[in-house]
């Protein structure tokens, strides 16, 4: 079993020798096995959201979670996607279009903390200056600032800023802004952790031949950031796109410039009834953007690995 | 002088993050200390319509002093070993079995981190559902689930347990966080030289041996980094506890959920006293870690 | 502030490099910035929690209304919905932050006081005057809303709180008669929830959501043990919240909560309400939002449901109200103005309310285009003696009302036993103490 293992990895870096197991492979089996076994157990919650928002109203109850549909409606589906301005249910805001403004403030928000925070960890980790250790505890213990408690003063800077030169726009912008500003500790972490992983002489190699810092970082350390820049950026796109304490303090408008969490909170608390139907194919709809992120990032997870990990 | 001028780039460089942390991290949290000191505990003293005085660490005292905000320190302790544990634990656990190179290793990846792309808002929507606390014929959620797979022993009432209560909603949190936690390790052992391994192994190391020598060390900056970051993520978890349960559930409570019903009432003074008992239990936690790094750093 | 001006000027400065990139992904903000320096009396900020459903439908035909009254002033909404479906928290870090919106809804009455106490809305008395509202709404309403011969707020829809559902197919099932013979008092309403008990194990006789709920449910307890007058007692002293009826009232509530779900901490209202639809529950205590389910579900009053005052309670009225102040600094005064008009208007309060449910806080509106159900709300709100809710804003303030929360969760969640009814006790004594 252990050849197999060792085999294993051997085959993908080099794959004109692979050979294809000779016996039966016990220990691939119950991997798969727990593999798929853990998979279910993840989709469960997954399966409930899915089934609830194809029911119709008093089918989508929590007594009938695990029940498949009376009968399959796309009408949730329908509602979620582009409003509803009628029936029992009332308004219902449209998911579409603040999906929209949702991806234009999560992806330069996403891009540009990553680029400072790679600055950063480049800078901390490897082109160190006297009291770099005290400067990486002062921004990494910006993390861990509670919002809650600095809302109001957060709020007057925020709004100064609105009015000031910048004209910063409510909504997207300022929570762009606000997103860049408060991922630059973890960012900053997770490539300054990154780094001091990266053999040494890579960087001394550089220095030798005289290369600037700047001209290091471009040349030698961004190409091998590549795995941890997906990090961060599934990170920080997560976490800007999944946010609701700022977005709902900072969004604007709740119909015309708020983020997708705040639709979706409108739909699944902002009534007196609520329509649960209509709520979970909302969730499942704010979900999916992220969700094609993590397919599409996924290649260029294992592209970059290779390209970091080949030269070693 | 060259010294000098090596200096300068790297202090430009990092100085805008600087910036941007002085005025958005430090004079807020410096505003707090100073609001934490006062009587503001209503809307009329914050707007200056009625006075307040200053009464030292008197909301410090009156807070720990609080059975009920002891009890919050407790859920959050809770909470947190158990949301670390869990997801260190599935995290590992998972990247070490997508390590081997399995076929599908995409979809597995990408489903595993599928949870994570759910807003807590829609959680907390479906994990409601999930932990309802009914047993026995009217069960529904998950301990329906249970009775139908023959594991009605598992059954339990979930979050109305005023002990372990928290403890449900830690559930979702490591549903939603193991995912994370498994790209950074799968990143951590990729990133890892194949050759260290090989020389690993034609020295004759055994596959353990190659895990505790070699990869454990590797992996070491991956799994601190994953610790700080589910420690930050637990330390104010908020949203998945206010929408699992709700902001007045006293057997959820924890700190950042009690901030924000004292901000609610008008308490400021009370709720910036949470806050920063909050950044001091940070300061005790990231010590730790602020020691390895000078260690590291001497070597 | 100059403080802060300068660290955001720095902040800006730094963040030169971002926010080039950011200014790309330019939004249609079409003059709806919120944060506009423009002082025109056209336009009206209007801050309410109406994010959707049929409130939300409701402020649309308000809007329609001050279109077509007043022209020439433009509406923009600032509304948002926060956790537990206010935006509260907004609300509150604006007006502190000096940024308030021209005019938000808050609950009519004492949730009303902080804003009042911090100096943040204005004395809206001389519009009673000028709109000719005094006569117009209940005295007992008006009386409810004068602090010190000033009033702050004006209503625009008025909820009833206690009202008694129940399920007759599942009366039926238990033997129950389907007339209102057993709400005369608590005691018989616990005698009747015994009898199902017994009956028809597997029913919950009475299923109860979250917190909210809960709270709901006690203070219609309070309401028919103590009466009108002895709860009324309970906001300005002249009730002792330590006095003995008080602890009956508790333990009666401890006892019906014996009789609920336990998975009620999962729930908003709607979940344990769908449970009689369902035939799995038999009473549900909640204001008269609910038709809008039963409607929804195609069920009809009489024959599937049918409501009432909630036991013990009978020809008192329980009320909650949306009201509006006029913010003090808000940028468009006369825009404030003509929304509070428009939403204490004839035209306002008929458009707005039937659509949303509710009825309106004038008495003087013709209701022959109401539901059923609303035109009796009415007449009970002519005639009923009117008390405050706790829970909806009318009688507590944000912070009683918060800490009465926070106390009957703690209860609620333990084994309720002697100690805990004295702690809860305590706890509420306390809170409305001074």
């Known amino acids: ?312 | 002088m060259t010294r000098f001028k090596r200096y300068v780039p790297p202090i430009l460089l990092i100085s805008p993050s600087l910036i941007l942390m002085g005025i958005f991290v430090y004079y807020l949290i410096f505003g707090s200390v100073q609001l934490s000191t006062t009587s503001i505990h209503t809307f009329p003293q914050f707007t200056g319509a009625r006075p307040h005085e200053n009464v030292g660490i008197g909301n410090y005292l009156d807070l720990l002093g609080s059975e009920d905000f002891r009890h919050s320190l407790k859920n959050l302790l809770l909470y947190t070993v158990l949301f670390i544990v869990g997801t260190m634990f599935f995290g590992f656990l998972w990247a070490w079995l997508l390590d081997r190179r399995s076929k599908a290793e995409g979809i597995f990846r990408s489903l595993y981190l599928f949870p994570m792309a759910v807003s807590s808002v829609a959680a907390g929507v479906v994990w409601r559902w999930l932990l309802n606390a009914n047993q026995g014929q009217r069960a529904s959620g998950l301990n329906r689930l249970f009775q139908t797979v023959g594991l009605g022993f598992l059954e339990n009432g979930w979050t109305t347990s005023v002990d372990f209560g928290i403890a449900a909603i830690a559930m979702p949190a490591i549903w939603q966080m193991s995912g994370y936690v498994m790209a950074l390790f799968l990143a951590g052992f990729r990133g890892i030289p194949n050759e260290l391994r090989e020389a690993a192994r034609v020295d004759g190391a055994k596959e353990w041996q190659i895990y505790r020598h070699v990869l454990f060390p590797q992996l070491s900056p991956v799994a601190l980094s994953a610790l700080i970051i589910l420690g930050h993520m637990s330390l104010k978890v908020f949203d998945l506890i206010v929408s699992v349960t709700d902001y007045r559930v006293y057997t959820t409570k924890a700190p950042a959920v009690d901030m924000a019903n004292y901000m609610n009432g008008g308490d400021y003074a009370t709720a910036a006293a949470i806050g920063i008992i909050l950044l001091l239990v940070v300061l005790v936690l990231i010590v730790p870690y602020l020691i390895h790094t000078a260690r590291e750093d001497r070597q | 502030m100059r403080r802060t001006r300068i660290l955001a000027a720095l902040g800006a400065a730094a963040l030169l490099v971002g926010t080039a990139a950011c200014g790309t992904d330019d939004e249609s903000t079409s003059g709806s910035d919120n944060t506009g320096d423009t002082t025109s009396a056209t336009e009206v900020e209007v801050f309410t929690w109406w994010t959707a459903g049929s409130e939300a439908l409701g402020l649309e035909q308000l809007q329609g209304v001050l279109t077509e009254k007043y022209p020439d002033v433009e509406f923009i909404n600032g509304g948002i919905t926060q956790g537990g479906g206010s935006g509260k928290d907004l609300l509150q870090t604006r007006l502190a932050a000096g940024q308030p919106p021209d005019t938000f809804q808050v609950h009519a009455g004492k949730e009303a006081q902080d804003y009042i106490d911090a100096g943040q809305v204005e004395d809206v008395t001389d519009l009673y005057e000028k709109f000719g509202l005094n006569g117009v709404f209940p005295q007992d309403l008006i009386d409810m809303l004068t602090q010190d011969g000033k009033i702050y707020t004006i209503p625009s829809n008025v909820h009833r709180a206690n009202v008694l559902w129940a399920a007759i197919p599942v009366l039926e099932a238990a033997g129950l008669p389907t007339d209102n013979a057993y709400f005369a008092s608590v005691d018989d309403f616990i005698a009747a929830l015994e009898k199902i008990k017994t009956a028809t194990p597997d029913i919950v006789p009475l299923s109860v959501g979250g917190t909210w709920c809960q709270v709901h449910l006690l203070e219609t307890i309070l309401i028919a043990e103590l009466g009108a007058e002895g709860y009324n007692g309970l906001f300005d002293g002249s009730t002792d919240w330590n006095g003995a009826n008080v602890t009956t009232a508790l333990t009666k509530f401890a006892k019906l909560m014996s009789f609920t779900n336990i998975d009620r901490d999962s729930f908003d209202w709607e979940p344990p309400m769908q449970m009689l639809l369902d035939g799995k529950a038999a009473f549900n205590v909640m204001g008269d939002w609910v038709p809008a389910l039963l409607d929804s579900n195609d069920l009809v009053a009489g024959t599937d449901y049918l409501y009432a005052p909630s036991p013990g309670t009978e020809g008192i009225y329980d009320f909650l109200a949306d009201s509006f102040s006029r913010t003090v600094g808000a940028p468009h005064k006369a825009g404030a103005e003509a929304w509070l008009d428009v939403i204490s208007s004839v035209e306002g309060q008929t458009a707005f309310n039937k659509v949303k449910g509710s009825i309106p806080a004038r008495t003087d509106i013709d209701l022959s285009s109401f539901s059923e159900y609303q035109q009796s709300a009415a007449d009970s709100f002519k005639s009923d003696a009117i008390v405050g809710s706790i829970q909806h804003g009318a009688a507590a303030t944000i912070q009683q009302g918060n800490a009465t929360n926070d106390a009957v969760s703690k209860f609620t969640t333990s084994s309720m036993d002697a100690d805990a009814l004295a702690a809860l006790q305590a706890a509420l004594a306390a809170a409305y103490a001074g």
């Open chain 1, 1 to 312: 079993m252990t050849t197999t293992a060792l085999t294993g990895h051997f085959e993908t870096k080099q794959p004109t020798v692979q050979m294809p197991g000779r016996r039966f492979d016990w220990g691939r089996l119950l991997r798969y096995a727990l593999l798929l076994f853990f998979l279910i157990v993840v989709l469960i919650p997954v399966y409930v959201l899915f089934v609830t928002s194809f029911k119709a109203v008093g089918d989508a109850d929590p007594s009938r979670a695990w029940m498949l549909p009376q009968e399959w409606t796309l009408e949730n589906w329908k509602v979620a996607l582009l409003g509803s301005n009628s029936g029992a249910y009332g308004k219902i805001f449209p998911v579409l279009p603040a999906l929209g403004r949702t991806l234009a403030m999560v992806v330069p928000a996403a891009i540009i903390s990553s680029f400072l925070g790679s600055m950063n960890g480049f800078v901390l980790a490897r082109w160190r200056f006297p009291y770099a250790n005290v400067v990486f505890t002062l921004i990494l213990f910006g993390m861990f600032i509670p919002y809650q408690a600095v809302m109001v003063p957060l709020y007057r800077i925020v709004i100064d800023l609105q009015q000031s030169w910048l004209h910063l726009q409510p909504g997207i912008q300022s929570l762009a802004l606000l997103h860049i500003i408060y991922g630059i500790p973890i960012t900053t972490l997770i490539f300054r952790n990154y780094y001091q992983s990266v053999p040494q002489e890579l960087m001394e190699a550089a220095r030798v031949d005289g290369a600037g810092m700047i001209r290091t970082y471009v040349s030698v350390v961004l190409p091998i950031s590549v795995p941890s820049f997906v990090v961060v950026l599934i990170w920080q796109f997560t976490s800007a796109w999944n946010d609701f304490l700022f977005a709902s303090f900072f969004g604007g408008n709740a119909e015309t410039q708020a983020p997708v969490t705040v639709t979706l909170n409108a739909i699944a608390h902002g009534s007196m009834m609520t329509n649960y139907g209509v709520s979970m194919s909302a969730a499942l709809l704010a979900s999916l953007p992220t969700l094609v992120i993590y397919i599409l990032l996924g290649k260029y997870f294992i592209g970059g690995l290779m390209s970091g990990s080949v030269k070693g």
